[in-house]
């Protein structure tokens, strides 16, 4: 490719609305344009880095097995009403009507329309296994599209569904997509974390998801993970063991306490002298329209997702101050959290399991600027009928698994997989006849991987200050010849032949032949991110060109008539250079 017939602008100053650097970087390099929020035009450069992630994909899926299909984005709403999901998905999905006042959605996954294919297609447990997938646009109405193609309204998904017999059929599919994925991600340079996570909207109950570890502010998600064995969780499900603390108040006796204006924890632990792990922290959520109170150690949090599992709720949220005092029952109660407390009210409460070992503990009672303390569980206050963990693990934490401790860090969901089990099949009565004739439904999973927010991740994890610095398997070309100055024929005889050469032996090759000054030339390969840049300047004088490898600025001088095999050499090794520490 010729940069002068290449269709790209490169920009000097960040666009105002891209928060993250990788949105920063696409933009500015000429690799996407916005159209609306949340939705873009990949151009040429991207499209490129699309397809070797797509071309990767697809490749470590047909090894397992899987075949490629394409179904039609958009989705009749009866089959979302079949499954349950038309009124429970909520405004994330992207809802129309049709000129007959059909109702339908324009896909933002596709379980159902798997299913009823399946369904209707399928009918003996001969004909099983079978792991169909598609790589294809999806979108989701997100309450917060940003930081570019991380989190868009319109992306690249590949998404595979697998159908089994049995429990054990289903294993062996998921351990062939884990397979798959771990070949998928090494192959694009990135090195992942398999971690267990919640199910979210899409349900089942065992479920995984891949992350690329980042340390910029992008990775949207806190992944705890062991310091010596292999377990690694989503913040959302993370489990953990607590470090031994102070639970017990001290308090002789059980009493109710004036505690003017004393609201938060803290305020309460200097108030009282005593610990915040000794006090009962009372929350209150609205879960599925209903209030519900939760209850956990004062030096601990609520992970929200975890209670809503806990209460097997479709969607949970902070009570809101008028919401509380209707709960309690008291107008004009001041709702703030130190003085609300489980005793006397008429709902639902959820304890974590942190406030069992609480002992003449401090508790709001639901009066303002007072408390209960000395308080002790079964004397003085029920202990909640509902003790689940539901509580967010912190890093320092021991590891539920072994002896070693948590640390916490930003990552990138890159993939996700997850055993449905009979959770769509059930519903959409998709069933098979198994060897003695019974009939029976398919047990089900489904493996997503955002293609555009892989080639996002990658970004975010490999960039310096001058722009990108692709792995190699999927930067948009391996390399770029640079000639200096296009004017000086030596130069330009050079690059030419250096780039035709690379050309003849399938080396994706750019060749900068635009008459810029090489400042510019320079910066604009920095910033797109070639791997290789070879530059045919003065050097020449002395018969020697000089190579750039861009993941590590090293640069190395060869004689011209050698360029093309350093540089294949390069492109060879470069899949390890990617791999620079975190
Ligand atoms: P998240 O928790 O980030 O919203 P999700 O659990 O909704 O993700 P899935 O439904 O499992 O995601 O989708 C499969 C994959 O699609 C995700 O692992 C992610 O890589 C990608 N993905 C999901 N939502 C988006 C989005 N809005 N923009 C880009 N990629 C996305
Ligand atoms: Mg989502």
Redesign the pocket.
């Known amino acids: 490719m010729r940069m002068t017939n290449l269709f790209f602008t490169t920009l000097r100053e960040n666009p105002a609305d891209a928060e993250v650097i990788s949105h920063q970087l696409m933009v500015r390099a000429g690799y996407i344009r916005k159209l609306t929020s ?1 939705i873009y035009t990949y151009l040429p450069l991207m499209w490129r880095v699309i397809r070797k992630i797509s071309d990767i994909i697809r490749e470590e899926m047909d090894k397992q097995g899987a075949q490629e299909i394409m179904m039609p984005i958009l989705q009749p709403e009866e089959l979302w009403q079949e499954s349950g999901r038309w009124d429970v998905y909520g405004k994330e999905l992207m809802r129309l009507e049709d000129r007959h006042g059909r109702m339908g959605a324009l896909g ?2 596709h379980e159902e329309i798997i299913t009823a294919l399946v369904r209707d297609e399928v009918r003996s447990y001969r004909q099983l296994p079978v792991n169909l997938y598609q790589i294809q646009d ?1 979108f ?1 109405d ?1 309450i917060r ?1 940003r930081f570019g ?5 319109e ?1 690249l ?1 590949k ?1 595979a569904y697998s159908f089994d017999s049995d429990e054990t059929g289903l294993e062996a599919s998921y351990q062939e997509m884990i397979e798959a994925y771990i070949n998928i991600f090494n192959r694009c340079g990135l090195e992942t974390r398999m971690v267990r ?1 919640d199910t ?3 349900g089942g109950s065992v479920s995984h ?2 992350m690329v570890l980042t340390r910029t502010a992008s990775g ?2 806190d992944v705890l993970y062991c310091d010596n064995c292999s377990y690694a969780a989503n913040s959302n499900r993370a489990e953990s063991r607590m470090i031994p603390a102070n639970t017990n108040g001290g308090f002789s006796e059980a009493k109710e306490v004036d505690t003017p204006g004393v609201k938060s924890i803290d305020d309460l632990a200097v108030f009282f002298n005593i610990e915040p792990s000794s006090i009962c922290k009372t929350l209150v959520y609205i879960a599925d329209n209903r209030p519900v109170m939760a209850l956990v150690r004062g030096d601990r949090a609520i992970e929200e997702t975890k209670l809503k599992n806990a209460l097997g709720a479709n969607d949970i949220r902070i009570a809101s101050s008028a919401e509380t005092e209707e709960l309690v029952n008291k107008p004009g109660f001041d709702t703030e959290a130190g003085f609300i407390g489980p005793s006397g009210v008429n709902v639902q409460i959820v304890g974590d399991k942190s406030i069992c070992e609480l002992e003449n503990f401090v508790v709001g009672i639901n009066k303002t600027d007072k408390h209960l303390t000395g308080a002790n569980w079964g004397k003085d206050i029920q202990l909640p009928g509902k003790i689940a963990d539901i509580r967010l693990a912190f890093a320092g934490d021991f590891c539920p698994e072994c002896e070693g401790k948590l640390e916490i860090t930003k990552g990138i ?4 997989i ?1 055993k449905l089990g009979t959770k769509y099949s059930e519903k959409m009565k998709a069933t098979f006849t198994d060897e003695e004739g019974q009939e029976k439904p398919f047990i089900m999973g489904c493996y ?3 293609v ?3 080639a996002a991740a990658a970004i975010e994890r490999y960039h310096d200050k001058d722009g990108i610095q692709w792995p190699m398997a999927i930067a948009p070309y391996q390399a770029i010849v640079v000639p200096v100055n296009v004017n000086d024929e030596l130069q330009m005889s050079t690059a030419e032949e250096i780039y035709n050469e690379l050309c003849g032996k399938n080396i994706e090759t750019v060749i900068d032949d635009r008459d810029e000054r090489p400042g510019v030339k320079f910066k604009d390969a920095d910033l797109i991110g070639f791997p290789i840049r070879i530059t045919a300047g003065k050097t020449l004088s002395e018969g020697m060109v000089e190579i750039k490898v861009r993941s590590t600025g090293e640069m190395i001088k060869v004689p011209k008539g050698e360029a093309v095999t350093k540089t294949i050499e390069l492109i060879n090794l470069n899949h390890e250079l990617a791999k620079t520490p975190l």
Do not use: H, Y
């Open positions: 949340g933002p996954t999806k989701r997100e599209p193609l991380l989190r868009g309204r992306f998904m998404d996570s979210g909207a899409i998801e891949f949207e998600n969901e890159v993939g996700n997850f997503g991987i955002g555009t927010r892989t």
